[in-house]
Every structure is written in structure tokens, then in C-alpha cells.
């Protein structure tokens, strides 16, 4: 086990409970490949651990496995070594525990906006007339209120997002795992929903694991940043963001912010370029 | 040099643009509001006109030439009846009510075998192309029945149930059966993953997946196979019936041709035409309706 990439994040702020909300310790992963003979190492001996209530960014190039990583922890993938834990219990497929905001449009377009949001609910039993409440209401906050009949053929692409975050944050999971949810929104929008997320995250303490490219967002809104590099999929440095919080849209201003951004860049800046080498 | 002092002395044009105030012309927006809809309503129904026009003038330029033709002097009126005798044909079949009797006894049959046929196709289709064990174990024999046309069964039809109302329903059937299969499979192969990947972070069962997500996703399918197996349940019952019948549209233009009356034979082919052309608008319409949400909705 290479011990470079093990390492242990501690949440000294908040939580006493230290049983970590999911963990791997020492997973890979190989995917079978079309073309090559030999199968696809995508993720190498990943030790991670993440405290109950903590907020845990991933960033990195290209095509290091932070999707995969993220299905892992969904149950969507079974690694081929190791098992991925959710509060101690080896994750042995998907369920209601583990939500998931993928990187792909996942909006089901045969249902309006109001009945994609309610699907979750209604999957766990919940009563008609509750489930139309609180879908509601989680389709106002992101605000897409007045189109609750529509068809998401009929929406933006940043609309259709915002109908698969609400349809996630109303199911409530005990995990949020978020691929590049804002990837695809308008800065403004972005921006809003960040410090929704970040209000709403403030209250519940959930459990984050959120994919980005944007180092900024990734810097605003974690406790922890951890960097990935490629080929194969590892984990290659650890930030802690001491940032104080709440973090207000001022916070973003800092001397502090700014450098710890800046120091992102430099690496992951240095990461492509030694990827884009080794692949030539 | 000289190029600096040009630039120099042609004025730059600038980006004009007008500010807009809170509320103002909201009348005149309102009256331009009601100009663009009543034209969107009026290239709607434009459109309409025109694609109705077009096609009845489509009939009639069939009708026509067919006139022609029956009133050329080398023309046999036995083989090619004049229109006169066609609609005279016609409306002593409807008076004596035997093309009546000849309608009902097909559309009974084709609606019975299709029906059948329609739902054992989805039921056994969509679980063989959603579940890949079920898909190994029946894609070999249903794959082998695609090719042999449903009207090759008739001959081991009749020979184990005779020429009874059940051995035509049965062939309906088959041949309903086999031409939408294909096309709930394929639908059911289409589903993108990612649509049952995220129902089951929900919480969504595996059977709940099936119901749920595979099935509304493979929907558009679904219909493409409904109304392709329509063509061919219609057109096989025709079939069925030339070959083993004593009623309905197939018996009506066998008879034709056995009496010598072809004008019986156009008129079973009119109303075949017809009632196909219906049932695939009222297919359609239901599908525009229900697929609403389908970009291939239409
Ligand atoms: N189903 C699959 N079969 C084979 N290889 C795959 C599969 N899914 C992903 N890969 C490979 O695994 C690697 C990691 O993919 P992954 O989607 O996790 O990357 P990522 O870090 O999320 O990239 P991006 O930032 O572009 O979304 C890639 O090299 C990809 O080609
Ligand atoms: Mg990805």
C-alpha cells in the first residue's frame, strides 16, 4: 500500500462522532478495456476518509477517476479491491442512502418537473398529497417555481439541472454525492446556488462529496480539497480550507482565499502538465 | 505611418443602443403580443390547410387517371370497372349491408389477434430487453421466427386447429406479435443507463427501475412497434382471409376475383385502405397525446 496516498482528514470543528460517513482503505478499481488486452487501472490504492458532516471536494484532471470515485461511493460501481463504507458498513449497492447529482442530464424526460422532484419520495411511500408538498418547496428554493408542469425538453440546460439537484437535496439522502453539479449553470446562478448549498449544508451537516473543475468553487465551499491525478487514478495532496465560516460572497475577496486558490492552480496546473507528458 | 495617421482620421462608428424603461409601451407590447399569436395561429392553420389540400388533390389526381383510363375505347370495363360501376357497386353493398358484414367480421379478428399479439410483444419483449439473462435465453428463438413470414404458420395452423376464427386470430396474432417485439427490445436496449442509475439512488427498487424508468424510457418505442405491427396485422388478416375465410375483406376480394367482378375487388381494397390510414391516425393522435413529452413525439 502506498503510503504517499493514505491519509486521514480531521474535522476538528464540529464533530465528535468520528466514525467517518464514507471511507475507502486502499480500493482499486480496473475497467475492463475494448481495445488494450491488459484491464484499465482508473483507480490506484485510494485511502480516503471523510468525517460525518463534512464537505469534501474533488478536483483534478481530466479522466482521473473522480466520476468513478464518486459511483463508488454510490454503490454504482463495486470496486474490484476493497469496499467502499458508508458509517462502517461495507456499500454493497445503491439506495435512497447515497444521493447522487451525476455529471450527465438525468432528468427523467418522461416526467414534469414536479413528478421528477416527487420520485424519490414517492419511491420511499411517502403520501400524495406530503410529497407534493415537499417537492414544492425544494422546487421553489431553486427557483423554478412556475414550472412545475413542464417537460424538461422544455427547459434550459441549467434549468434541467436545478430539477435533478432539487429532486436530490428532497430525497434527502444521507450523502450527497454532487458530480460537477454547477458545471453547466450561468455564473450568476452559480453562484446562487452555491451559497444556497452552503446555507442548507450549514443546517443539515450532510455529508458532502462534490466533484469540480472550478478551483474557487471547490475552495469556497469545502472543508477539504483533495486533488487527484491521473493515469493511473490517485489521490496526489490533501488541502484543509481553514476558512472560517460562514462563508459570505466577501469571503471570496480574502488574502486568505486568493492564496489558497492560487496554490490550487499551481498544482493541479503542474498535474496536467505531467499527465499531458506521460501520455504522449 | 500613414496607416496610424487613417486610423486616426475616420471616425470610429459606436454601438448605440436605447436603454429600456420599466414599463414602458406595455400596451403596444401587449397589441404586438396578440399580432405574433394570432400569426403563429394563423401559419398553424396555414400549414393545415395546405397539407389537407395537397392531399386530397393527391386523390383526385388518382381518381382522375383511373377515369381516364376506364374511358379510353381500348379499355375492358371486366377487368377495369368504371367508377360509375364501382360506386354503384359500393352503395348496393352497403344497401344489402354485406360490405358492413365483411368489415365487422375483419376489424373483430384483426382486433382481437392485434391486442393479443401486441401484449404478449411487450410483455415478453421488454423484460427480454432489460434482462439480459431472460434476453440470452429467448433472443435465439425469437430471433429465428423473425425472418418466416406469419403467413407460412397458416398451413401448420390449419393442420392443428383447422380453419376455426381461432387459427385466423391466431396468425393476427403471430404476425403482431413478431413485428412489434423488435421494436420494444430495441427500446428497451436504448434506455440510457444513467436514468436507472439515478432512480436507484432514489431508492427505487429493481422492479421499480423496470416499471418506472424502462418502460416510460422505451415508451417511444413502445409506439413505433404498436403502429408498424398494425400495418402487418392488417395486412396479414387480408391475407389469412384470401386463403381460408367465408366472410370478411379478404373472402369479399377472393370472391371478386372468382365471380369476375373486379369492381368488388377495388371496393375491398378501398375500405382496407381506409380503415388502415384510420387506425394509424388514431395511433398517431393517441401517441402525440401521450408522448408529449418525446421530442419524437410527433
Ligand atoms: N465504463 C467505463 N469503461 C471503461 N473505462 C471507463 C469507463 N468509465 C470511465 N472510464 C475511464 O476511466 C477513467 C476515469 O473516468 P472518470 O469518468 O471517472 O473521470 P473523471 O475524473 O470524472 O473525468 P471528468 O473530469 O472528465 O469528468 C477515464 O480514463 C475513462 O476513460
Ligand atoms: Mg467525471
Known sequence: MALKNSMKIDHSETTIDWAPALSVDGIRHYFSPTHAERPFLVLDDINLSIPKGSFVSLVGPSGCGKSTLLRVFAGLIIPTIGRAMLSGEPIEGPNERKGMVFQEDAVFPWLNVQKNVEFGLQMRGMGGRERAEVAREWIELVGLKGFEKSYPRELSGGMRKRVDLARVYASNPEVLLMDE????????????????????????????????????EAVYLSDTVVVMAARPGRISSVYHIDIPRPRRFETRATEQFTALAHRLWGEIEKLEASAGGSSL | MTLIAVQKTEPQPRVTARLNAEATGRAEAQAQEAEAGRKFREQASAKRRLQVSLGILSLVIVVAIYWIITALPSSNPAL?????????????????????????????????????GCAVAIVVGSIRGWYRIVGYLLDPVVDAMRPVPALAYIPLVILWFGIGEGARILVIAFASFLSCIVSVTAGMKEVPIVYADAARTLGASERMVFLRVAIPSALPYIFAGLRVSLGAAWGTLVAAELIAAQSGLGYLLQAGQAFFRSELVIIALVIIGLIGYLMDAFLKALQTRLLRWSSRSG
Open chain 1, 181 to 216: 453539479p454547477f458545471g453547466a449553470l450561468d455564473a450568476l446562478t452559480k453562484l446562487r446556488l452555491q451559497d444556497e448549498l452552503l446555507r442548507l449544508w450549514e443546517q443539515s451537516r450532510k455529508t458532502v462529496v462534490f466533484v469540480t473543475h472550478d478551483l474557487d
Open chain 2, 80 to 116: 377495369l370497372p368504371p367508377p360509375g360501376v364501382i360506386v354503384r357497386g359500393f352503395v348496393n353493398g352497403i344497401l344489402d349491408g354485406s360490405l358492413f358484414e365483411a368489415t365487422q367480421a375483419s376489424l373483430g379478428r384483426v382486433a382481437a389477434g392485434y391486442v393479443i
